[in-house]
């Protein structure tokens, strides 16, 4: 990629959904693009970007397995990144115990090992230079215990715990890091993680497009958190008082196999 004045913007899981969003806020703003997904369409995303006028290099790597975060890591060649929205990220829906292990450890993988590999990598690196800025997508999910959705929910409740931590130790050097926290959004999400016969999955959604300009405008004014739409932000209120016990089954009602056919 050609050294131009312009900042650098790395957006992982940016074929589709919020991730595709915000890379667009990203290049909108003026940032040339490393965008990176576990699936070929992520070069038909870069293409449609290019038409913001920026670079844009596209990548298909799979964090979960960390050749896939070395990977991506060298095709940054050494360039300066000043965002990073790391927003690969897998659901699984279902019983835990129903679950193939393999599946359950690529959402592990993905959401937690190669989020952190990377962050580590390129955070480091912002902390040297005392500047950057870090989007973590986290979710509302991670306030409460995700009946049907256990290891999903794990993962992300890991995500939002750690975004604060790590704000908090770079308070001091001039490099911010925002979470991310959006609810049910019109993505191919729910059918990846085989939950369309759910009442979530067969709800209303909020727009990834409205999620990802929320989120890059929080991350530009350097906010520890957001929050997006006004049902979700009720639901984190009703978190942060409700007992453990009651979320797990208001979850359970929502995300239990065939619950999208209750009457």
């Known amino acids: 990629m050609t050294q131009v004045s312009r900042p650098f913007a790395v957006v992982t899981g940016a074929s589709s959904g919020i991730g595709f969003e915000l890379a667009r806020c990203c290049a909108t703003a003026g940032h040339d693009l490393l965008i990176a997904a576990d699936e070929p369409a992520i070069d038909t995303a870069a293409v449609a970007l290019r038409d913001t006028g920026v ?3 596209s990548l298909c790597a799979d ?23 790391a927003n690969a990220g897998r659901g699984l829906g279902r019983a835990f115990l129903d679950q193939d292990f393999a599946d359950i450890q690529r959402v592990v993988n ?13 955070g480091r690196d912002m902390r040297q230079r005392r500047s950057g800025r870090i989007l973590i997508t986290g979710s509302i999910a991670g306030l409460m215990p995700g009946t049907y959705q256990a290891v999903y929910n794990g993962t992300k409740a890991f995500l939002d715990s750690f975004s604060f931590a790590l704000r908090h130790e770079l308070s001091d050097c001039g490099v911010t890091v925002t979470c991310l926290m959006p609810g049910p959004t019109e993505t191919e999400f729910f059918e990846r993680a085989d939950m369309t ?4 999955g067969q709800q209303d959604k909020d727009d990834p497009a409205e999620v990802a300009r929320q989120g890059f405008e929080a991350m530009m004014q350097g906010d520890a958190e957001v929050v997006t739409g006004w049902q979700n932000k009720l639901r984190v209120a009703i978190a942060n008082i409700a007992p453990a016990g009651v979320l797990a089954e208001q979850h359970r009602r929502m995300a239990e196999p065939g619950g999208g056919m209750e009457r």
């Open 197 to 200: 016969d759910t009442r979530v």
């Open 63 to 85: 964090l979960a397995d960390p050749a896939g975060v070395e990977s991506l890591h060298r095709a940054i060649a050494g360039r300066q990144v000043d965002v990073l929205c």
């Open 55 to 57: 670079q844009v290099e």
């Open 110 to 122: 993905t959401n937690v090992t190669g989020t952190l590999d990377l962050i580590h990598r390129i």
